[in-house]
């Protein structure tokens, strides 16, 4: 069965500082996509990043980018120069192409003035 | 464009009634999905839908659920009747055909309380 790991609950991080969220998985396939969606006090699901597993390039969006482990099927979301408004739930989560998204259980971030 | 629409973004009931969630996915988006996130059990997908054919209920938790799609811009859940432990807050998503054919895009969500 394929799983979605995010071992940290929670999080802290000065503003301005770095942070990295971690998220593992766990799957058979070979070509799949992985997220990160971040989830504000709004409760809306905000699309981060997105990784292709076919490519080796760490994908990059403005602060946010990832370390992309393949063969340790790890996924982390490093943060950079955090804040205020980057607190908020983030969710990793896993796609085969079967369009059925699995889910971690989320990270707390919390981001301190 | 307008994002994923969903209405309504509030939803207060009494146990018995029955609830009906809309959806309006982006334009040009063939896939939409249906998901339910509670605390204890994190985000479920209930069913999604290609083409305005539903391709896979199984995560619909029962009968009381029913889930139509009658056009590309359009797709509502119904709970009949509803209970409390329904209340979630639920989110619909649509994904496009094509190179990032696998890239959800989610609603605002509606918070349903059921009492």
């Known amino acids: 069965a394929q799983t979605v790991t995010q071992s940290q609950p929670e999080m802290s991080v000065q503003e301005a500082e770095t942070v990295t969220l971690s998220c593992t998985y766990d799957t058979s396939e070979s070509d799949y996509y992985l997220f990160w969606y971040k989830q504000p006090p709004s409760r809306q699901m905000i699309l981060v990043i997105r990784q292709e597993a076919y490519k080796q390039q760490n994908a990059t969006e403005n602060r946010f980018s990832v370390n992309f482990q393949k063969a340790a099927k790890s996924f982390s979301l490093k943060i950079s120069d955090s804040q205020l408004g980057d607190a908020a739930m983030y969710f990793c989560?896993?796609?085969?192409?079967?369009?059925?998204?699995?889910f971690g259980t989320g990270t707390r971030l919390k981001v301190l003035a | 464009d307008a994002g994923v629409i969903q209405s309504p973004r509030h939803e207060v009931t009494e146990m018995g009634q029955e609830v009906t969630l809309r959806c309006k996915p982006i334009s040009g988006h063939d896939y939409l999905f249906w998901y339910r996130q509670t605390m204890m059990r994190g985000l479920e997908l209930l069913i999604y839908?290609?083409?305005?054919?539903?391709?896979?209920d199984s995560g619909m938790p029962e009968d009381r659920f029913s889930a139509k799609m009658p056009n590309a811009s359009f797709s509502t859940l119904k709970i009949q009747p509803s209970e409390p432990r329904d209340s979630a807050v639920y989110f619909c998503a649509s994904s496009a055909g094509g190179h990032h054919q696998e890239t959800q895009y989610f609603g605002p969500g509606t918070r349903l309380l059921v009492l």
């Open positions: 989560a896993f796609t085969s192409g079967t369009y059925k998204y699995i």
């Open positions: 839908f290609n083409n305005n054919v539903p391709i896979d």
